[in-house]
Protein backbone atom coordinates (compact mmCIF):
# COMPACT_ATOMS: atom_id res chain seq x y z
CA UNK A 1 0.00 0.00 0.00
CA UNK A 2 2.04 3.47 -0.93
CA UNK A 3 1.73 6.59 1.25
CA UNK A 4 0.96 9.97 0.91
CA UNK A 5 2.33 13.23 1.96
CA UNK A 6 0.26 16.29 0.74
CA UNK A 7 1.78 19.82 1.06
CA UNK A 8 -0.42 22.60 0.94
CA UNK A 9 1.18 26.22 -0.02
CA UNK A 10 0.64 29.78 0.38
CA UNK A 11 1.39 32.20 2.89
CA UNK A 12 -2.74 32.75 3.14
CA UNK A 13 -3.31 29.36 4.12
CA UNK A 14 -0.48 29.77 6.82
CA UNK A 15 -1.52 32.92 8.13
CA UNK A 16 -4.92 31.78 8.51
CA UNK A 17 -6.89 34.33 5.67
CA UNK A 18 -7.99 31.33 3.93
CA UNK A 19 -9.58 27.78 4.69
CA UNK A 20 -7.23 24.68 3.39
CA UNK A 21 -9.70 22.22 2.12
CA UNK A 22 -7.77 20.61 -0.61
CA UNK A 23 -5.54 17.99 1.75
CA UNK A 24 -9.02 17.34 3.53
CA UNK A 25 -10.05 16.44 -0.18
CA UNK A 26 -7.14 14.71 -1.37
CA UNK A 27 -6.99 12.70 1.80
CA UNK A 28 -10.44 11.57 1.64
CA UNK A 29 -10.62 10.83 -1.97
CA UNK A 30 -7.34 8.60 -1.94
CA UNK A 31 -8.22 7.03 1.70
CA UNK A 32 -10.57 5.08 -0.52
CA UNK A 33 -8.01 4.17 -3.29
CA UNK A 34 -5.55 2.13 -1.03
CA UNK A 35 -3.60 4.88 -0.08
CA UNK A 36 -2.13 5.58 3.46
CA UNK A 37 -2.44 9.64 4.28
CA UNK A 38 0.82 9.80 6.53
CA UNK A 39 1.26 13.72 6.75
CA UNK A 40 -0.17 17.05 5.69
CA UNK A 41 1.81 20.37 5.42
CA UNK A 42 1.11 23.73 4.80
CA UNK A 43 3.87 26.23 3.45
CA UNK A 44 4.09 29.75 2.73
CA UNK A 45 5.18 31.36 -0.88
CA UNK A 46 9.33 30.64 -0.11
CA UNK A 47 10.64 28.39 -2.58
CA UNK A 48 13.80 27.44 -0.43
CA UNK A 49 11.53 26.20 2.43
CA UNK A 50 8.90 24.05 -0.10
CA UNK A 51 11.88 22.97 -1.71
CA UNK A 52 12.85 21.29 1.80
CA UNK A 53 9.72 20.48 2.63
CA UNK A 54 9.32 18.16 -0.66
CA UNK A 55 12.72 17.06 0.03
CA UNK A 56 12.10 15.37 3.47
CA UNK A 57 8.53 14.50 2.36
CA UNK A 58 10.23 12.08 -0.41
CA UNK A 59 12.31 10.28 2.39
CA UNK A 60 8.87 9.16 3.87
CA UNK A 61 6.38 8.85 0.65
CA UNK A 62 5.96 7.00 -2.37
CA UNK A 63 3.54 10.07 -3.07
CA UNK A 64 3.64 13.52 -2.58
CA UNK A 65 0.72 16.41 -3.71
CA UNK A 66 1.26 19.91 -3.67
CA UNK A 67 -1.25 22.05 -4.21
CA UNK A 68 -1.50 25.78 -4.78
CA UNK A 69 1.61 28.29 -6.09
CA UNK A 70 1.43 27.42 -10.10
CA UNK A 71 -0.30 30.84 -10.91
CA UNK A 72 1.77 33.59 -13.14
CA UNK A 73 2.66 35.82 -10.49
CA UNK A 74 6.57 36.16 -8.64
CA UNK A 75 4.84 34.97 -5.48
CA UNK A 76 3.85 31.39 -7.41
CA UNK A 77 6.97 29.64 -6.66
CA UNK A 78 6.00 25.84 -7.10
CA UNK A 79 7.59 25.08 -10.31
CA UNK A 80 11.01 26.11 -9.10
CA UNK A 81 10.49 24.96 -5.90
CA UNK A 82 9.84 21.34 -7.30
CA UNK A 83 12.81 21.61 -9.86
CA UNK A 84 14.81 22.52 -6.94
CA UNK A 85 14.08 19.88 -4.85
CA UNK A 86 13.82 17.14 -7.54
CA UNK A 87 17.45 18.65 -9.06
CA UNK A 88 15.99 19.06 -12.24
CA UNK A 89 15.70 22.46 -14.85
CA UNK A 90 12.82 24.48 -15.38
CA UNK A 91 12.12 23.72 -19.29
CA UNK A 92 9.50 26.20 -21.18
CA UNK A 93 6.68 23.51 -22.96
CA UNK A 94 4.94 24.76 -26.11
CA UNK A 95 2.19 22.53 -26.06
CA UNK A 96 1.40 23.68 -22.76
CA UNK A 97 1.79 27.62 -23.51
CA UNK A 98 -0.77 26.51 -27.07
CA UNK A 99 -3.26 25.72 -24.43
CA UNK A 100 -2.76 28.66 -22.11
CA UNK A 101 -3.41 30.26 -24.95
CA UNK A 102 -6.48 28.56 -26.45
CA UNK A 103 -7.84 28.98 -22.66
CA UNK A 104 -7.49 32.89 -22.34
CA UNK A 105 -9.16 33.41 -26.09
CA UNK A 106 -11.99 31.04 -24.44
CA UNK A 107 -12.76 33.64 -21.83
CA UNK A 108 -11.73 36.40 -23.86
CA UNK A 109 -9.36 37.99 -22.40
CA UNK A 110 -5.36 38.22 -23.85
CA UNK A 111 -2.67 36.68 -21.64
CA UNK A 112 0.15 38.84 -20.09
CA UNK A 113 4.08 37.92 -20.50
CA UNK A 114 4.09 36.64 -17.27
CA UNK A 115 1.18 34.29 -17.57
CA UNK A 116 4.12 31.99 -19.63
CA UNK A 117 5.86 31.12 -16.82
CA UNK A 118 3.22 28.71 -16.34
CA UNK A 119 3.83 26.98 -18.87
CA UNK A 120 7.49 26.19 -17.71
CA UNK A 121 7.40 22.77 -15.72
CA UNK A 122 10.71 20.39 -14.56
CA UNK A 123 12.82 19.21 -16.84
CA UNK A 124 11.43 15.49 -17.61
CA UNK A 125 8.39 15.87 -15.78
CA UNK A 126 4.60 14.22 -17.58
CA UNK A 127 2.74 17.32 -18.07
CA UNK A 128 -1.05 17.70 -16.87
CA UNK A 129 -3.23 19.63 -19.23
CA UNK A 130 -5.87 22.16 -17.30
CA UNK A 131 -8.76 22.06 -19.53
CA UNK A 132 -10.54 23.87 -16.40
CA UNK A 133 -8.28 26.71 -15.52
CA UNK A 134 -4.22 28.91 -16.86
CA UNK A 135 -2.15 26.73 -14.75
CA UNK A 136 -1.18 23.72 -16.23
CA UNK A 137 0.14 21.20 -13.66
CA UNK A 138 2.73 17.96 -13.88
CA UNK A 139 4.17 14.75 -12.03
CA UNK A 140 7.82 14.39 -11.57
CA UNK A 141 8.48 10.42 -10.94
CA UNK A 142 11.86 9.96 -8.74
CA UNK A 143 12.11 5.93 -9.14
CA UNK A 144 9.16 4.17 -7.26
CA UNK A 145 8.26 7.95 -5.82
CA UNK A 146 6.56 10.67 -7.70
CA UNK A 147 5.81 14.58 -7.08
CA UNK A 148 2.48 15.86 -8.35
CA UNK A 149 1.77 19.47 -8.40
CA UNK A 150 -1.57 20.64 -8.50
CA UNK A 151 -3.54 23.89 -8.71
CA UNK A 152 -4.94 25.68 -5.31
CA UNK A 153 -8.07 26.27 -6.50
CA UNK A 154 -10.32 23.87 -5.18
CA UNK A 155 -12.69 22.92 -8.42
CA UNK A 156 -9.31 22.69 -10.80
CA UNK A 157 -7.92 20.82 -7.73
CA UNK A 158 -10.64 18.03 -7.91
CA UNK A 159 -11.16 18.12 -11.53
CA UNK A 160 -7.88 16.91 -12.25
CA UNK A 161 -6.94 14.80 -9.12
CA UNK A 162 -10.19 12.87 -10.77
CA UNK A 163 -9.19 12.97 -14.15
CA UNK A 164 -5.63 12.83 -14.62
CA UNK A 165 -3.65 12.19 -10.91
CA UNK A 166 -5.84 8.73 -9.95
CA UNK A 167 -5.08 7.06 -13.34
CA UNK A 168 -1.31 7.73 -13.17
CA UNK A 169 -1.40 6.44 -9.73
CA UNK A 170 -3.74 3.45 -10.10
CA UNK A 171 -1.00 2.48 -13.31
CA UNK A 172 1.95 3.21 -10.72
CA UNK A 173 1.09 1.48 -7.47
CA UNK A 174 -1.66 -1.13 -8.92
CA UNK A 175 -4.00 0.60 -6.48
CA UNK A 176 -7.01 -0.85 -5.17
CA UNK A 177 -5.18 -4.40 -3.74
CA UNK A 178 -6.13 -2.76 -0.30
CA UNK A 179 -8.86 0.36 0.85
CA UNK A 180 -9.29 2.79 3.53
CA UNK A 181 -12.74 3.41 5.06
CA UNK A 182 -13.82 5.34 7.64
CA UNK A 183 -16.75 5.56 9.97
CA UNK A 184 -17.57 8.04 12.88
CA UNK A 185 -19.94 7.03 15.78
CA UNK A 186 -21.58 10.27 17.40
CA UNK A 187 -22.11 9.78 21.11
CA UNK A 188 -23.67 12.07 23.93
CA UNK A 189 -23.88 12.14 27.92
CA UNK A 190 -20.96 10.44 28.29
CA UNK A 191 -17.50 12.17 29.10
CA UNK A 192 -14.16 11.84 26.46
CA UNK A 193 -12.45 10.10 29.25
CA UNK A 194 -15.51 8.05 30.84
CA UNK A 195 -15.71 6.41 26.82
CA UNK A 196 -11.90 5.77 26.91
CA UNK A 197 -12.29 3.69 30.00
CA UNK A 198 -15.00 1.47 28.03
CA UNK A 199 -13.29 1.44 24.82
CA UNK A 200 -9.69 1.65 25.23
CA UNK A 201 -8.59 -1.81 24.32
CA UNK A 202 -10.34 -0.93 21.12
CA UNK A 203 -7.84 2.34 20.65
CA UNK A 204 -4.75 -0.17 20.91
CA UNK A 205 -6.04 -2.14 18.23
CA UNK A 206 -3.79 -0.96 14.97
CA UNK A 207 -6.56 -2.07 11.84
CA UNK A 208 -9.00 -1.14 12.61
CA UNK A 209 -7.74 2.14 14.64
CA UNK A 210 -10.21 3.78 17.01
CA UNK A 211 -9.45 7.30 18.29
CA UNK A 212 -12.21 9.81 20.03
CA UNK A 213 -12.54 13.57 19.48
CA UNK A 214 -14.35 15.25 21.48
CA UNK A 215 -16.98 18.27 21.35
CA UNK A 216 -19.15 20.37 23.62
CA UNK A 217 -22.10 17.78 24.55
CA UNK A 218 -21.01 15.09 22.41
CA UNK A 219 -17.65 12.81 22.01
CA UNK A 220 -16.75 10.96 18.16
CA UNK A 221 -15.25 8.12 17.90
CA UNK A 222 -13.63 7.05 14.70
CA UNK A 223 -13.59 3.87 13.19
CA UNK A 224 -10.86 3.39 10.45
CA UNK A 225 -10.18 -0.23 8.78
CA UNK A 226 -8.26 -0.86 5.82
Not at 81 to 109: C, M, Q, S
Not at 138 to 158: H, K, W
Amino acid sequence: MPNLEIITIGTELLLGEITDTNSTYIARTLRDHGIDIFRITTIGDNPNRIASAINEALQRADIVITTGGLGPTVDDPTRLAVANATHRDLVFEPELWEDILLRFKAYGRVPTENNRRQAFIPKGALPIKNPVGTAPCFIVEMGQACVISLPGVPQEMEYLLHRAVIPFLSDKFVLKTQIIKATVLHTASMGESMIDEVIGDLEQRSNPTVGLLAHPGQVDIRVTVK
